[in-house]
């Protein structure tokens, strides 16, 4: 795996870079044809401190409203606002409609993600769709087989879940997530910090 460099980090751990260190360190990405100069690279947004972080697959500007909405009226099954958790993409630049992002524009942004999870050092990990899924639990089974179960990784819980424009798009979909998201709220009322 790709290292992100972070100036005065050579060996970070957990909790010891800030969010904005990666953000600038991550400035002017070149790793994947994706970049493009990196003119529409997006970052994470939410809970520095969160026990949840929400993985997506890929950045998309031109529906942030509606997906933000749709993750927002799921985190509320399980009792959790957007201010309590972390959201943030596998891949940081849009990739184009139609298609999955491909093997090296996954290898490219995994650093970036990589220290973004170590930053926060979130309890769990919700993992939206398949791809995120797979690239988390190093496995080629897909979300339709894994979603609604926890699977241990490491310190972190992951919960994957079906893909977020699945969900936009789908209501019986986003009705099975939101009994998923009913355990995760019952799993972080049991596991308190």
Known sequence: MKMLDIPGHPNPQPKEVTLDEIYDAAQGCVRCPLSDGNRMMEMGIGNEDARVLVLLESSDASCYKERMDTISELLDSAGLTLDDVYVTALIKC????????????????????????????????????????????????????????????????????????????????????????????????????
């Open 94 to 193: 849009p990739v184009p409609p139609g298609r999955i992002p491909t093997q090296s524009e996954i290898d490219g942004c995994s650093a970036i993600l990589r220290e973004e999870i170590r930053s926060v050092w979130p309890e769990i990990i919700i993992t939206m769709g398949s791809i995120p899924t797979q690239f988390i639990l190093h496995s080629e089974v897909g979300v339709d087989r894994l979603e609604g179960r926890m699977y241990r990784r490491g310190h972190f819980q992951v919960l994957p879940t079906f893909h977020i424009e699945q969900l936009m798009r789908d209501s019986l979909s986003r009705d099975i997530v939101k009994k998923t998201m009913v355990k995760l709220g019952d799993w972080l009322d049991k596991n308190p910090r």
